[in-house]
């Protein structure tokens, strides 16, 4: 799964996880790749959360093949590691920062199937700056070179920049960062190996979309699932406050400026490409 911070990812993985033959780690991977010194901004091998096919060593892809697999387990808890006579599995991922890594992903996971998550950037960009406001997404709270408060969400390629820059600022860099990045990462696989959401589409169109998904991602549906999603999605594990479509405006008068055509960063003319890939698929 490929998508920005705050967008909807959680929701769409737990909703997707509870298919019979979806596998995960539990969570988000940041101590899978992390915990690995090469790929690590902290430690200054690379510079961003963004990774390419170059990153790619052979023992960079087996150690990080063998501590998924150590982790893997089904919506039952059932282990992979305890249980490789399994025939049907389906690895279900979803972690920000892999939004910038796609290329990398490739050559760990070659045929890979990818879906993208996006999200209408005001809503996104306010969830966004209230997680850094909340200091519970705090990621790099040591980052080299960065004077501001300590650094929360992913690390897109060009952070250098925004030193001094008010949140808001902060918060549209990396949404218009991420979603550019994966835009034009996938513009380079073939597009059977691809598919396009919109959150609003997850959230008030839920069971033609999670259907919609399984289909493209070969994943089984069942009773337990169709239950799931024959209502209202229970809230993800990393909701703040309850859903409201107009709660982004508590920082309107800051995310107008940065959403705004022609703004350097890019997320109105970002938001249009995202638009057109939705019509287009």
Known sequence: MLAAPRSGSTLLFETLAEAPDAWTVGGESHQFIEGL???????GRVDSNRLDAGHAS?????????????????RDGREYFRNRHIERLRFLEK?????LRQPFLEQVFPGALYVFLVRDPRPNISSMMEAWK???????????????????????PGWQQLNGRPLAEICAFQWASTNRIILDDLASLPRERWMACEYGQLTERTEATITGVCEFARLAMDERLRRR????????????????????????????????????FGVAETWQRCLQLLETR
Do not use: M
């Not at 052979?58 to 387990?73: N, P, S």
């Open 134 to 156: 909340s200091g519970r997404w705090v990621t790099y709270p040591r980052l080299r070179g960065w004077r501001g408060p300590p650094w929360s969400l992913l690390l897109p």
């Open 95 to 99: 972690t920000p920062k892999n939004g």
């Open 37 to 43: 010194r090469p790929l690590n901004p902290a430690v």
């Open 58 to 74: 052979e023992r960079i892809v087996q150690a990080l093949r063998q501590r998924f697999a150590r982790f893997l387990r089904d």
């Open 229 to 264: 999603i024959g209502g209202e999605l229970p809230l993800s594990r990393y909701t703040q406050t309850a859903p409201d479509p107009d709660k982004w405006r508590r920082n309107e008068r800051e995310i107008l400026p940065v959403t705004s055509p022609g703004h350097p």
